[in-house]
């Protein structure tokens, strides 16, 4: 039987700087991309690890610059289609300032949260984009700024947290689209969010935790307060953080004897398990059910109706994160700046004009 070749041994530093017929240390300032050597030093050593096959140890590197080139990033639900897009917005800025992104999912659970910063602290990360789960259990955000690690927030703002954040006006896109229902005549209506409490039940905005979450039921409750409609717990469902529970809640909840005739979905993956509930359940959209959504995912456009939209721009949130924490990666150190996006709601056809408007609560 053939044996297999003998690994061949790494190219190091040293075999460079041989090969170049340079000191090591400066063919370290060559490959490291630190210090100053003239421009035929650069290209002899350069050539040298071409012909070598050099490739860095980058924890060697790391520990010798301080930089790892790398971002550590945290967010909520990489399977959301918001996520995956703002994260696509991120890792173009960061591969164009010569950074790679490690990401790192927490499900929207404080415990893994910690842990994934841990982790990427291990790893020598040059600096954090972090959506927060919590906006009221932070310590370790915080020790993660102390630390002097630069640290950005996507898509939730902790005001007691100076650091750079992006954002959209929460607020008001929720107010907006509840107004359009309401408007249409209806007044049984539901907001619908993965954001859930121990005993899986709203009662007061002080027991949301999750800063957009908290600032869209503020929006939904203020629209629905004007109209005169009385505030209920039922008009907030909480706990829709996976497909099975959303289909759960949905079926509960749509039938007979009081349903909604009007919801407002905090996702697209929460408003795609309630469309196809209300298929199963005979509903029809927007006739007996109206439908509205945060963000503008693919599917939104191509079904039938065609669903009724909060569109956010998230490749620009990405985008406009990555870049303010690039700035602070190259040396900007103001005061920290807060991004707040305009959002566009887009009207199509899941939004039924209630005639006559609905008159029970």
């Not at 950074?99 to 910063?117: C, R």
């Not at 955000?141 to 102390?146: E, I, V």
């Not at 107010?175 to 859930?196: F, K, Q, S």
Request: charged share 25%; with cysteine; net charge neutral.
């Amino acid at each position: 039987m053939e044996q297999p070749p003998f690994a061949k041994p790494s190219v190091t530093v040293a075999d460079v700087a041989r090969a170049a017929g340079v000191s090591k240390a400066t063919a370290a300032r060559v490959l490291g991309g630190y210090g100053i050597v003239s421009d035929a030093v650069r290209e002899k050593v350069l050539a040298a690890a071409k012909a070598l096959d050099y490739r860095p140890n980058e924890l060697a590197r790391s520990m010798t610059t301080g930089r790892s080139g790398a971002i550590g990033v945290v967010v909520g639900d990489i399977e959301n289609p918001f996520f995956s897009s703002a994260v696509r917005g991120i890792t173009d800025v960061a591969r164009a300032a010569g950074y790679t992104v490690i990401l790192a999912n927490s499900g929207e659970d404080i415990a893994a949260e910690k842990d994934a910063i841990r982790t990427l602290i291990a790893k020598r990360v040059d600096g954090l984009i972090v959506a927060p789960s919590r906006s009221r259990e932070i310590d370790h955000l915080r020790d993660l700024q102390r630390s002097g690690r630069p640290l950005a927030l996507l898509d939730r703002a902790i005001p007691e947290l100076a650091v750079d954040t992006v954002t959209v006006d929460d607020r008001e896109a929720a107010e907006a689209a509840t107004r359009l229902l309401i408007e249409h005549g209806h007044r049984r209506l539901a907001y619908v969010t993965a954001c859930d409490t121990p005993e899986h039940t709203y009662r007061d905005l002080a027991d949301i935790h999750t800063a957009s979450v908290r600032h869209r039921i503020e929006g939904f409750l203020s629209a629905c307060e004007a109209a005169r409609i009385p505030p209920a717990g039922r008009s907030v469902w909480l706990g829709a953080n996976s497909r099975q529970e959303t289909r759960r809640l949905a079926m509960e909840r749509l039938k007979p004897p009081q349903p909604p005739t009007a919801v407002l979905a905090s996702d697209s993956l929460i408003a795609l398990e309630i469309f196809k509930v209300a298929r199963e359940l005979g509903l029809s959209i927007p006739d007996d059910l109206s439908l509205i959504t945060f963000h503008d995912a693919d599917w939104t456009s191509v079904t039938s109706p065609s669903v009724t939209v909060i569109d956010q721009p998230v490749h620009q949130l990405g985008t406009a994160v990555a870049e303010l924490l690039v700035s602070r990666l190259k040396g900007y150190n103001g005061a920290a700046r807060h991004m707040v996006f305009p959002t566009r709601l887009v009207a199509r056809a899941s939004v039924a004009i209630r005639n006559p408007p609905d008159t029970s609560i």
